[in-house]
């Protein structure tokens, strides 16, 4: 299966997988009429029936819904995207589920997709790379909720968001005066407080149990924040990080790479304990590049 969209006998393999009556589908986007995507209010999960109840619709590639979970009914009649894992290979159709005399069905399209985990590459201009634990390095991921270089705001947040995360920020800034901690003009505080309280999209993976690299969500020429699962932190306290950033420009000079370490000042964590946000200070870099940092924060 080295291709991304998958057909013909791949499908068929796949299609015998999906029909052992114990292959769990995950609806987590709902496409609306004006082409965007969200996620369903609750996560939706169906079953389909087993392959000797289903044989009178195959041939129109109809599957048969054995059960349903979830607010199912939000998606009835609408194209929708399932989600569901084939040894461990997450992978994607998207169909249609809708109802006939009491029983709910789904069409089975031609192709099926591998997901994917997205690119590394800041839309080809900017990438990181994390050095840790001797030898070992990880490229950082990127997050669309939290443009980099720019004053990360909270004006396109819920109410609601926007007060836990403003009693964050204070608390947070208080503890600061206690421990006596520069943290500047606070900025960054807005991005962690978003990334702790704010409910998380559902989303899912490429492959299976696999750790997710952090999350590039704040930097400016004094800070660095990463964002990462309880589950997958790699990052300890009071530590310093060798740190690798590369830009493409526009130009004579294509490209730029910063080197620069960073101390870890504090690990926050979510109220539910399975999200973290890692704010490091920059500690370790030439004057050049610390200009080059501030400027692109103030011009983005």
């Given at each position: 299966?080295?291709?991304?969209?998958?057909?013909?006998?791949?499908?068929?393999?796949?299609?015998?997988?999906?029909?052992?009556?114990?292959?769990?589908?995950?609806?987590?986007?709902?496409?609306?009429?004006?082409?965007?995507?969200?996620?369903?209010?609750?996560?939706?999960?169906?079953l389909?029936?087993?392959?000797?109840?289903?044989?009178?619709?195959?041939?129109?590639?109809?599957?048969?819904?054995?059960?349903?979970?979830?607010?199912?009914?939000?998606?009835?009649?609408?194209?929708?995207q399932?989600?569901?894992?084939?040894?461990?290979?997450?992978?994607?159709?998207?169909?249609?589920?809708?109802?006939?005399?009491?029983?709910y069905?789904?069409?089975?399209?031609?192709?099926?997709?591998?997901?994917?985990?997205?690119?590394?590459?800041?839309?080809?201009?900017?990438?990181?790379?994390?050095?840790?634990?001797?030898?070992?390095?990880?490229?950082?991921?990127?997050?669309?909720?939290?443009?980099?270089?720019?004053?990360?705001?909270?004006?396109?947040?819920?109410?609601?968001?926007?007060?836990?995360?403003?009693?964050?920020?204070?608390?947070?800034?208080?503890?600061?005066k206690?421990?006596?901690?520069?943290?500047?003009?606070?900025?960054?505080?807005?991005?962690?407080?978003?990334?702790?309280?704010?409910?998380?999209?559902?989303?899912?993976?490429?492959?299976?149990?696999?750790?997710?690299?952090?999350?590039?969500?704040?930097?400016?020429?004094?800070?660095?924040?990463?964002?990462?699962?309880?589950?997958?932190?790699?990052?300890?306290?009071?530590?310093?990080y060798?740190?690798?950033?590369?830009?493409?420009?526009?130009?004579?000079?294509?490209?730029?790479?910063?080197?620069?370490?960073?101390?870890?000042?504090?690990?926050?964590?979510?109220?539910?304990?399975?999200?973290?946000?890692?704010?490091t200070?920059?500690?370790?870099?030439?004057?050049?590049?610390?200009?080059?940092?501030?400027?692109?924060f103030?011009?983005?």
């Open positions: 299966m080295a291709d991304s969209v998958l057909t013909g006998i791949e499908r068929t393999l796949i299609l015998e997988y999906l029909l052992d009556g114990k292959t769990s589908l995950e609806v987590m986007l709902q496409s609306e009429e004006n082409n965007q995507t969200v996620n369903p209010s609750s996560r939706i999960k169906i389909l029936q087993d392959k000797p109840k289903q044989e009178k619709f195959l041939k129109n590639n109809i599957l048969l819904v054995k059960s349903i979970s979830g607010e199912y009914k939000s998606v009835l009649n609408k194209e929708i399932v989600n569901f894992y084939f040894n461990n290979l997450g992978l994607s159709f998207f169909t249609k589920l809708f109802e006939n005399n009491g029983y069905f789904l069409t089975f399209p031609e192709k099926i997709i591998k997901i994917s985990d997205g690119t590394k590459i800041l839309e080809g201009k900017f990438s990181a790379t994390v050095f840790y634990s001797g030898n070992s390095y990880i490229e950082c991921d990127f997050d669309e909720n939290f443009p980099l270089f720019k004053k990360p705001e909270l004006s396109d947040l819920d109410a609601d968001i926007q007060k836990k995360i403003c009693a964050f920020i204070e608390a947070s800034i208080q503890q600061a206690i421990n006596k901690k520069d943290i500047g003009n606070g900025l960054f505080l807005i991005s962690a407080g978003k990334y702790l309280l704010s409910k998380e999209a559902a989303s899912f993976d490429s492959i299976k149990g696999r750790a997710k690299a952090p999350a590039l969500i704040y930097i400016d020429q004094d800070r660095i924040l990463f964002a990462v699962k309880k589950s997958d932190m790699i990052f300890s306290s009071d530590r310093e060798q740190i690798e950033l590369n830009f493409r420009l526009a130009g004579p000079v294509k490209r730029r790479s910063v080197s620069l370490s960073v101390l870890v000042e504090e690990i926050f964590e979510s109220p539910d304990r399975t999200k973290m946000v890692c704010h200070s920059i500690k370790k870099i030439m004057e050049e590049d610390k200009r080059f940092l501030g400027d692109k103030l011009k983005a």
